[in-house]
Antibody
């Protein structure tokens, strides 16, 4: 059974940093691209970032480019999102998602909540 | 990167059919047959319903279908059922390893 478990969310002050993790199991992690998608409270889904199976191809939404860094450790079956210079508008539930064919998501975690507030 | 445009809400009665549109540009929806659709019930993670414009994952009812014309993709749900009431999001590849979602559509089953 595929499982994606996010962690690392919490309350953080504007301008500070946070690192999210996603532990994957139930599939061959290094065969698939992985993504982060977020959802602000009461709002829609927003793609944040994606990384190919070998980290050779990485993309970011304009809203986070230069502040967020996605990475993965295939030996640990883990996906990460380093978030720097956090802003109030980054407040959201952050989902880890497994990609099928790189451009769509067949499995999602339950999300980890990031709240940016002073 | 502006969000793809979806109607904020649609509604239909049980047994009817509804269609949700998703309008992008020639840089995203219009350029790639890489549109997917997700269903999200309150408090739950999204669920893949359609990928690559019109393909259905195993386990998804054949009442759900997708299509695309030009810069607009569409999701059609036939034979509406109460459990179809949810938020629906489209998503398209936008080039340069980036993706973009629509703003979401709330489906109400009357």
């Amino acid at each position: 059974e595929v499982q994606l478990v996010e962690s690392g969310g919490g309350l953080v002050q504007p301008g500070r940093s946070l690192r999210l993790s996603c532990a994957a199991s139930g599939f061959t992690f290094d065969d698939y691209a992985m993504h982060w998608v977020r959802q602000a409270p009461g709002k829609g889904l927003e793609w944040v970032s994606g990384i190919s199976w070998n980290s050779g191809s990485i993309g970011y939404a304009d809203s986070v480019k230069g502040r967020f860094t996605i990475s993965r450790d295939n030996a640990k079956n883990s996906l990460y999102l380093q978030m720097n210079s956090l802003r109030a508008e980054d407040t959201a539930l952050y989902y880890c998602a497994k990609a099928m064919g790189t451009t769509f998501f067949d499995y999602w975690g339950q999300g980890t909540l990031v709240t940016v507030s002073s | 990167q502006s969000a793809l445009t979806q109607p904020a809400s649609v509604s239909g009665s049980p047994g009817q059919s509804i269609t949700i549109s998703c309008t992008g540009t020639s840089s995203d929806v219009g350029s790639y047959n890489l549109v997917s659709w997700y269903q999200q019930h309150p408090g739950k993670a999204p669920k893949l319903m359609i990928y690559e414009v019109s393909k259905r994952p195993s386990g998804v009812s054949n009442r759900f279908s997708g299509s695309k014309s030009g810069n607009t993709a569409s999701l059609t749900i036939s034979g509406l059922q109460a459990e179809d009431e949810a938020d629906y999001y489209c998503c398209s590849y936008a080039g340069s390893s980036s993706l973009i979602f629509g703003g979401g559509t709330k489906l109400t089953v009357l």
